[in-house]
């Protein structure tokens, strides 16, 4: 399909339209994604029951007797052709996730080493230096799609995963990083890991963060690990969160 045929509308059933804007991984379509998800978030329309970003869709879940099907489904054709992409994805939330980098956190930070011909510190810097794009949420619980890591880090999955992988913990597969939100089995090579908890279901929000937000990785010693824990348990560590393009170097 050509760029003027976009969005298409695909039924996933009798309770929920998936509006498609691209056929490919990018900003662009992403930010088309995001823009549709808050303009129907804004409108608070009736019978909406979930929007569901992914890389390139929507999935808008709904009620068909809140919601007359046909109606529905020529509102959604409208907003998706008509929505002015104003909330970019180069704009929004950033937020800082401390990370305890190798030793007991980072058991596979070696391996990253070794593939790559890199030091151990110039591993860690190309892995702190950008932000990354969180394009959609999906595997388990709060577990983050992340867009822009430095393809010079980049590194195989493990030949065998492991069983267990601990909440918090940073990896790398291929081209891709992410963080694991809670315990699971894996086979990314574990690099570092966060103490803070990226999901909570007592939380009202209960993952730390949404499809649209932007992470940057801050490095941070042991020491500071279990002492922002420390803070955490308490209730007294604060997140810091910044505007895209308002971010500290």
Known sequence: MTEQEWPKLLCAGDSCVVVEFGNSISLDVNARVQALRHVLEAK?????????P?????????????????RFRSLLERLASTTDVGLSSEKGKVIVIPVCYGGEFGPDLQNVVKHTGLTEEEVIERHSAPDYYCYMLGFTPGFSYLGGMDETIATPRLSEPRERIPAGSVGIAGKQTGIYPIDSPGGWQLIGRTPLPMFDANRESPTLVDAGFWIRFHPISSEEYHSIEEKIFH???TLEIHEKGEMPA
């Open 44 to 52: 608070n329309i009736s019978g909406i029951q979930e929007l569901v």
């Open 54 to 70: 992914t890389y390139r869709s929507l999935a808008v879940y709904f009620d068909p007797v809140k919601a007359e099907p046909s």
């Open 235 to 237: 209730g007294g560590y």
